[in-house]
């Protein structure tokens, strides 16, 4: 029996390595926006309380929703543009 190179360009079936990859990518997903939230918030809380302001915790609020849910719907096109799966 004559030893045969596997062929580079031939993609092996990983199934289940394919599968918790997946659900790796779907839990960064929905953790990355409450986080941000959350840290936002906690630095604007911090902010209020050394700056003897009331407003900057809503600002950080507001950013960090916004930097949250910039970087969750980079995160899905960038999943999509591979096609490796659907969201």
Do not use: C
Not at 3 to 28: H, Y
Not at 71 to 84: A, F, I, N
Request: hydrophobic share 45%.
């Amino acid at each position: 029996m004559a030893f045969q190179t596997p062929d580079p360009k031939e993609k092996r079936d990983n199934g289940g390595l394919k599968t918790l990859v997946q659900a790796e990518k779907m839990m960064q997903i929905a953790i990355m926006l409450p986080a941000a939230v959350f840290i936002g918030y906690i630095l604007g809380y911090w902010l209020d309380k050394t700056l003897h302001q009331n407003w900057i915790s809503i600002a950080g609020l507001v950013l960090g929703g916004a930097a949250g849910l910039t970087s969750v719907v980079r995160m899905v096109l960038h999943t999509g543009k591979d096609g490796e799966g659907d969201i």
